[in-house]
T-cell receptor, first 113, second 111 residues
Framework: AQSVSQHNHHVILSEAASLELGCNYS??????LFWYVQYPGQHLQLLLK??????LVKGIKGFEAEFIKSKFSFNLRKPSVQWSDTAEYFC???????????FGRGTSLIVHP | DGGITQSPKYLFRKEGQNVTLSCEQN?????MYWYRQDPGQGLRLIYY???????QKGDIAEGYSVSREKKESFPLTVTSAQKNPTAFYLC??????????FGAGTRLSVL
């Protein structure tokens, strides 16, 4: 069974700091990759996704993620965080042929103004 | 206004009682899912359904049951066999490309 690891469980940053959240997965074949975000009091929603093509994908609110196949990684980045980025972030991976994603444990991000 | 509607928002269960969480979607998605979210454990899959009248167990199905009689509806019953039901339950539906859309969740507590 595939697994998804998010290395940072809690991250605290000041506004304007750069962000990188790690995500690694175990499946060796074709994968669909996702980052979801859960803002306080809101629905879990898609932040960005990778299916194929350019391994650097851009999502909403200035977030981007890079798929590095050789490292089985899909790290999330943002050059300058804002207080409104305070949320929980989940990495998810669906292996080729399966539409059922496996979620990581999540990273709680707190951004101080 | 398209989306996933979960009800109730809060639910309390007494010992030995079965409770049912509602999930309705008007996105015309074939696939629907139930997840359990516990602090520090991410989302764990309870049950999923690819099509009406068919559903499959996920990673933590014990103590839960579901039905899928209509495309729009995928209710989850937490049975008395589930010994640790206190959690946040999320329902989702997805497109063919695996993109999932989530409801607002139901928080279940035990009295």
């Amino acid at each position: 069974a595939q697994s998804v690891s998010q290395h940072n469980h809690h991250v605290i940053l000041s506004e304007a700091a750069s962000l990188e959240l790690g995500c690694n997965y175990s499946y060796g074949g074709t994968v669909n990759l996702f980052w979801y975000v859960q803002y306080p009091g809101q629905h879990l929603q898609l932040l960005l996704k990778y299916f194929s093509g350019d391994p650097l994908v851009k999502g909403i609110k200035g977030f981007e993620a890079e798929f590095i196949k050789s490292k089985f990684s899909f790290n999330l980045r943002k050059p300058s965080v804002q207080w409104s980025d305070t949320a929980e972030y989940f990495c998810a991976v669906a292996s080729g042929g399966s539409y059922i994603p496996t979620f990581g444990r999540g990273t709680s991000l707190i951004v101080h103004p | 206004d398209g989306g996933i509607t979960q009800s109730p928002k809060y639910l309390f269960r007494k010992e030995g009682q079965n409770v049912t969480l509602s999930c309705e979607q008007n996105l015309n998605h074939d696939a629907m899912y139930w997840y359990r979210q516990d602090p520090g454990q991410g989302l764990r899959l309870i049950y999923y359904s690819q099509i009406v009248n068919d559903f499959q167990k996920g990673d933590i199905a014990e103590g839960y049951s579901v039905s899928r009689e209509k495309k729009e509806s995928f209710p989850l019953t937490v049975t008395s066999a589930q010994k640790n039901p206190t959690a946040f339950y999320l329902c989702a539906s997805s497109t063919a490309k695996n993109i999932q859309y989530f409801g607002a969740g139901t928080r279940l507590s035990v009295l």
